[in-house]
Structures are given as C-alpha cells and as structure tokens.
C-alpha cells in the first residue's frame, strides 16, 4: 500500500543561493533554483508539463511569496498541461502532494515543484510596512488574535508549549538540546545561515521572545529558493537518480482550523497528519531512518518528533535528553541540514530538499553515515501539517 | 484603528458583530447552538458539534479559566508596551470553547495556568474588546 499506487516519484531537486539581505528577486531565486532541479534530475524545460507551488498569489508580509507559478511559467516559456498553487492546504507540502496525484493520474509527467522567499531582502528593503503602519484591521484567521496583542507565531505557539511544559515536564534545558543539536549539523552544511557553535549556555541565556520561547526558538528570515521535480514512475527511469518513492503522504486535519479551539492543546494538527500518513503504509516509525522536522519555532519539532510515533506523547522530553536518539550519528538523526532555526527559513521546502539530498548521499560533510532508505518529512505547525514518508529506489 | 496607538481592531462582520459590541452592555456574547446548547467560538454561522444552522450569540457569565498564557518580550504595537501577558482562557460553560485574549491586572510573572478569571471590556472605537483579570480569590 503506497501513496497514489506508488505512480509518484521524486528525480531531482534544487536550491538557488540562500542568505540573508543578498538582494535578489524572489523570482530570481525561484528561477535558479528550478534550473538547478530540472538539470538535476537529467530533465529540460521540455520535459516539464505541470508545475506547482506553494503558495501562490495570496496577500502575505513582503518576501513571503516570492514567485507564483505563472511567473517560473512565463519565463522560462513552458508549455504545461498542469498547474496549481494555493494557501489553504496541508501545510506548505500540500499543493506538493496535490502535485504528486496530478502525475499519478496521468494529468502531467514531470512537474516542478517550488517555494521561493526574500523575506530578508524585503524586509531591509523596507517593503515590510511595521504594524504600526498598517491602517487595516485584522481579519480573517488573525481577527480574534491580533487585538489583544497576541500578534506573531511566537505567542501563539509559545502558549502550545507553555501548555504542553504544564502537562508533561518539558524543559527549556530539553528543548535547547535539540536546538543545539541542529546548530551542530549546520556547522558541516555550507548553505546555512547560522554555522556558529552554540551551547546550551548561549541558548538559554538568548533574550525571551514569548514566553517559553527565546530568540534561538525562532528561525530567521531569509532569501532563498528551493524546487523538486515530481515525475510520474515509468518515466523516471534512466534519469540521473534512483528515484525517490512517495510511500505515504498526511494532509489530515480533524478538528477545526484554528489556534486556540484544538480540543487537546499538547497536540496540533501534525498528530492528524501523521496517525493519516502512517494509515496510508505498511511501513512503522521503526523503519524510518531519519527525519527533516519543521522548526519554524522549536518547539514545533517537538511536536513532530512525537506526532510521528517516535516517542510516545508527552515523553519527548526524555527522548531529548539523550541526544544519541537525535544527533548526526544517532539513532534517528533529525535535521541533519540544521532545521530553519539555523539553515535558514526556506518554509518547509527546505525539509523536503534535506531528505532528497541525504537519501541521494549527496549531503557532503553532514551526510549521515548509515544506510538510509526511509525518511520521514514533517512541515508545518498549528492548524497547518502536511508530511510525507519517503523511500529510496523501487 | 486609532492611528496613534497602533491597536489593530477587528474587523467587525456579520458573524462576529455580537461578540465585539456585546461589551458596550456590560455583555460577553458568544455564539451557541439553540439545538444541541453547546457554545461556539469563533463564530462561524453552524454548530460544528451537530452540524445544526440554528446559531444565536448568547450571554455568558464572562467567567474562565487560563488554559494557557504567553509572557510577550518583544515590542509589537505601541498600544501593548512589553512585557504583556496573552492568554487562551477556557470558559465556565464549556470548557473545550475557549477565547485568546489579553491579561489586565496581573504582574507577568503571577500568571498560573489553572488561574481563574473574568471579563473586563476596553472600548475603542466601535468594538469593546474582552480583556479578562484574575477573579479575587
Ligand atoms: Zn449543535
């Protein structure tokens, strides 16, 4: 039993230049990077019939969309049968996903899949206008947050974790491992933003952002752009690489999309997404290899690593402690690349990307030593989740 | 909004007019099913428990319980000088319904999960938003 009778396939992927303030286009960096995924994976623009992207025209802070798919269309001339972006999804994997059912029903061969942001660049650019500046009110999803204050990510999942902490016992101590940890593998990985050793010390001591969480529970903003190729399965042989099989996929979410009503606050729809994606496989936590867990904010991780089943709930904070559960030469090593927290915030994609390039052992320095067939992907946090359970070769 | 203060008010619509003017009375008003009586919030025009359209704003006693908080460090907005506290209040009616709101009242570091509270309205311009402060034990 896989995803989509085991028609989808991953064959290559991509990144463009990351950094921070290095002063390209969104759609510069979306381009470079779907050129280098389309060389990757042995294809050309010819070979290209869908293309999809994460999350399309929506209206959103400067730099967070930083090409649609009409854009990476219209520039390189492409000729598709397929396309489709779109916000309300499964976390930024979704319209992956929507991607990957395209090609098993025959709606396209190859698609390019990509997410491209300049948050940094825009930003210094001063195209973020600051709250304060906004003549607007708040609508939508932020209309029952904003006006009391509670204005950024950070307070809202900052009360998932000062819950959770309640329940269970989590620490900050805990938490800061596992920070740590990631800081370490960004050290052996050239494209991360932060390569600095950090220590628990340095963790613990970081300015409070909101309660629990302090600066080093926050990923930064930064350029850069990340693309896969999605190809339907009697096509992808003969091309540069093994492909990579879409065993399973989760896109669940059972309760209401929101922030503060989920019935159980030590959970978030990353458990729905993973109970669906483990629904959808023969395959256990037990044959995973790896993981690339979403850590916009820490504590997200957290919540993945025990969504996925790879401690019970309301342990992870044990499973922390030992860190030979999670480092680089451990049991099952988790953002080898060093997470968004330290390789940058490439908002979810760049998850996706690790998981490729270590399965592919094209990961230089922080290539995770062990054989490796199964990975396990996580992105997203809140109301947001979307995972993926990939496997190497046929 | 008040251009001076940098509050960002709600956007006031046809599902959530009570709710945010309900405060003008003295009045926390939250949506419940008239059929199965459970409370609804936000409000979003059916009972997500029955799946019944019968939907009316009610009034509650405005009395919760913190079911969890955040002490906020950094500066925001004017209108909230840091530190502040934001919490996720559970109400004595139904407690799986729950309101994010703001903490008046209360030094940042006495803030318990557990704490009991109550409504207090701060009005701007054409909302009174629901603040709440900690019931005196
Ligand atoms: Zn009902």
């Not at chain 1, 006006?147 to 809202?156: E, L, R």
């Not at chain 1, 613990?204 to 896969?228: E, F, H, K, Q």
């Not at chain 1, 867990?293 to 025990?306: A, H, K, N, V």
Request: proline fraction near 4%; charged fraction near 20%.
């Amino acid at each position: 039993m896989t995803f989509a009778d085991g028609k989808a396939v991953i064959t290559g992927v991509g990144q463009s230049q990351i950094g921070r303030r290095i002063g390209r286009s969104g759609i510069d960096l979306a381009l470079e990077a779907a050129e280098r995924a389309v060389h990757h994976a042995g294809l050309t623009f010819d070979d290209i019939d869908g293309v999809a992207s994460y999350p399309g025209p929506v209206a959103a802070e400067a730099g967070f969309v930083g090409a649609t798919t009409h854009d990476v269309r219209d520039a390189f001339g492409m000729k598709t049968r397929w396309h489709v972006s779109g916000v309300e999804t499964s976390g930024q994997l979704g319209t992956l996903m929507d991607a990957a059912a395209a090609v098993a029903t025959g709606r396209a061969t190859h698609v390019l899949c990509f997410r491209s942001v300049w948050e940094a660049t825009a930003q210094a650019s001063g195209r973020a206008a600051a709250l304060t500046e906004k003549a607007t009110r708040a609508s939508g999803h932020t209309e029952f947050r904003v006006p009391f204050g509670a204005v950024s990510p950070a307070n809202w999942i900052g009360m998932y974790a000062q819950r959770y902490m309640h329940e269970f016992g989590l620490t900050r101590e805990q938490i800061g491992k596992l920070v740590v940890n990631a800081r370490r593998n960004a050290g052996l990985n050239p494209n991360a933003i932060y390569t600095a050793a950090m220590t628990l010390d340095d963790y613990l001591s970081a300015r409070m952002i909101s309660t629990p969480l302090g600066l080093y529970d926050c990923d930064v903003p930064c350029d850069g752009a990340t693309a896969i190729i999605v190809s339907r399965r009697e096509e992808a042989a003969g091309l540069a690489h093994d492909p990579i099989a879409i065993e399973s996929v989760g896109a669940a979410l059972y309760e209401r999309h929101s922030w503060d009503q989920r019935g159980d606050l030590t959970t978030m729809a990353a458990h729905d997404a993973a109970a669906s994606m483990w629904d959808g496989t023969d395959l256990t936590p037990a044959d995973v290899d790896f993981a690339t867990l979403y850590d916009g904010f820490s504590y997200l991780c957290t919540q993945w690593i025990e969504a996925l089943g790879f401690t019970e709930h309301g342990r992870v904070g044990e499973f922390l402690d030992n860190e030979e559960n999670y480092a680089l030469d451990g049991k099952l090593p988790i953002n080898p690349h060093g997470g968004q927290l330290s390789a940058g915030r490439l908002h979810g994609y760049g998850f996706l990307h690790e998981a490729c390039t270590q399965l592919w052992r094209e990961a230089g320095d922080r290539q995770i030593k062990k054989d490796l067939s199964v990975a396990a992907i996580g992105v997203g946090g809140g109301p947001e989740a979307g995972s993926m359970l990939l496997r190497l070769g046929a | 909004m008040s251009a001076d203060s940098g509050r960002v008010l709600p956007e006031v619509t046809a599902e959530s007019q009570a709710f945010w003017t309900g405060g003008f009375d003295g009045e926390l008003r939250i949506t419940r099913c008239q059929d199965c009586r459970g409370w609804i919030h936000p409000p979003v025009g059916a009972c997500w428990r029955c799946r019944s359209r019968d939907v009316e704003p009610e009034v509650a006693s405005g009395r919760a319980t913190v079911a969890s908080f955040t002490v906020n460090h950094h500066q925001w907005l004017p209108a909230f000088p840091a530190p502040y506290v934001i919490a996720v209040v559970e109400l004595d009616e139904q407690p799986d319904v729950r309101l994010t709101t703001y903490l008046t009242g209360v030094e940042v570091d006495e803030v318990t999960v557990g704490m009991s509270v109550e409504v207090v309205f701060e009005e701007h311009d054409d909302v009174a938003l629901p603040f709440f402060r900690p019931v005196a034990a």
